[in-house]
């Protein structure tokens, strides 16, 4: 038993036909075909988890990496998650795989509330990739020279849609709020406050400012009360 992992690779047994199968990406956020060559260059990828033979992390071993002991790990999921995030905000998953937006936002959340710049930087711009669409909001810079420049449109969060009855939130939990609502479900997670912490105690990196400063843009547009 203890030599178990060390292991053959056993050799894949590929879906037939259309059958799903769980996605799979490499450190870049790419996602990857369900087998490829065991080479030098991509061994980095095979693991000696679930599905060994299969290369590249899912989500979920990627969620469980951000919370990891181990700084490196840590960093390297949430790069990997910014990465995904990054593919996803540009339509390439669209229709290919479900993207559970709420619970990545909580494990970005929860890594967000770290001290260590190396860890910081790689969830604040997950996050960023998750809430701030830079071709939206290029679109939306270019309005404020017109002359309603001010009046902008809202971009509707998650699955909120427009003809959505109003809500009450004050009377769902976090976890509803943000799948209803992801820019309120943010504010409800105090990280305005936190944001303010990281900027003004931590002192970050230029790419950490980058990033907060872009996800403030986008809940500031998000509506009237925010920029209040």
């Not at 843009?217 to 998000?222: F, N, P, Q, S, V």
């Amino acid at each position: 038993d203890k030599l178990e992992w060390i292991k053959n690779i056993e050799p894949p047994n590929i879906p037939v036909g259309d059958a799903p199968y769980e996605a799979r990406f490499d450190f870049k956020g790419y996602l990857l075909p369900y087998t490829m060559e065991y080479t030098e260059e991509t061994k980095v990828l095979f693991h000696h988890g679930e599905e060994s033979h299969r290369p590249g992390y899912t989500l979920n071993e990627l969620f469980q990496l951000s919370r990891s002991t181990v700084i490196q790990q840590r960093s390297l999921a949430l790069g990997t998650i910014a990465g995904i995030l990054e593919y996803n905000s540009l339509g390439i998953y669209s229709r290919v795989i479900d993207i559970p937006i709420t619970k990545t936002f909580f494990v970005l959340r929860f890594a967000l509330d770290e001290n260590i710049q190396t860890v910081l930087e790689p969830s604040l711009r997950a996050l960023r990739n998750m809430l701030y669409n830079r071709v939206d909001e290029t679109c939306l810079d270019n309005c404020l020279g017109t002359e309603n420049g001010l009046f902008q449109p809202r971009i509707l969060s998650n699955q909120m849609e427009a003809d959505e009855p109003e809500t009450d939130v004050t009377e769902l939990k976090d976890f509803h709020l943000a799948d209803l609502d992801l820019i309120s479900g943010a504010i409800r997670t105090d990280i305005l406050p936190r944001i303010r912490y990281i900027l003004f105690v931590i002192k970050p990196s230029y790419l950490c400012l980058e990033y907060s400063l872009q996800i403030l843009i986008r809940i500031a547009r998000d509506s009237i009360e925010n920029v209040q």
